[in-house]
């Protein structure tokens, strides 16, 4: 969690300057607040680091992929192709605002892949949420000509990925519209937080109006305020607004230390653990480098190793049966238990997602271990994680 390792006096000399004036709003109020915008700064150094032309900071990262859909107008009983390996927060954003989602497969980049993008397609297909799992980008590429072949918009959930690129350019940028998270796990966290982002200055505006019930944001009246849509409240206050403006001038810096002590780990797993593989990058230059994933041969023996390493102490993560990242555990999704009716509850061509085969995705995560990487080590550390995570391995194999 390398965002919560450099929580420091930078971050406390941001909140002080919000406390001082007490303006915890992130809206109008020029002479309460002491010249002081965290949001807006936040937002400036967020567009200065992607390159975003319109970055605008929300409440949460589910708020912000809730406000980019609504920036590309997904909605009532739209299908969005969606991945069954991801936090669940883009699958939640999809169903609440009148969606549909269809999970298509991943292959060994962790994330959907092209072929299984396009076998998803239907007639009802409005977008792809492409979610960039564990700090790395999908295939691009392959996406986007997808994507244009068929007409269909391409939405990136980078909730996981800021700090992460593809061929020079930020994830988020490549199609319609981005977001990321600043949540407690992330590479840079505000308690809570996120942006929502683009190069569409028209969806910006919707972004900024949804965030908040529709306010234009023209004028310095805000109850005179015009409200050209509908909205909701999906603020961001000034005290996680100044959190995150500490962080993000740390991001650079946080994200080598991640590449640094990633090459450690890797080099020796690649030279000491000849019986694993290692997840496919399509631009590894790119790679934030909050994880180091890898393949067991068989799901029976990733099964085996994660609990070795449970049972030794050594921090490795096992997704395929986690509760909240892996399509097999979301059984209130499968029952569509929701406080109210949604769309999706009278949509006749739905996927049933009890039903669901997904034969590669289940093969390749079920294979999968990932090593969530810490800025902070030393090469000690990092060197006696490996020795640590090496004898496990060979442990498991040994008697399988
Ligand atoms: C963390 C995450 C989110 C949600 O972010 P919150 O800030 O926790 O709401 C969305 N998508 C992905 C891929 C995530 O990992």
Redesign the pocket.
Known sequence: MPGTEYFGEEEKKEVNDVLESGMLFRYNHDNQRNGHWKAREFEQLFEEYTGAKHAHAVS??????ACMMAAAGIGYKDEVICTPF??I??IEAVLFAGGIPVFAEVDETLNLSAASIEAAITPNTKAVLL???CGAAADLDGIKAVCKKHNIKLLE?????LGTFYKGKHVGLHGEAG?V???F??ITTAG???VCFTNDTEKYEIMGQFSDHGHSHIGDNRGMESHPIMGFNYRLGELNAAVAVAQMRKLEMIRENNIKNKTILKERLRKEVPFITFRCLPDEEGDSATFLNFFMETPELAQAAANQCAKDGVGVAYWYTNMYHFINQWDHLKALKSPYKLAIHDYENRQDYNALELPKSQNIIGRLLSVGIRATWTEAEVNKLADDIIASLHAVVAVN
């Open positions: 949460s990262g589910s708020a912000a992929v991801t936090f927060a883009p979610i960039h799992m959930d980078a909730g996981q990925a977001a998270s600043f949540d796990f992330k809570e937080g996120g």
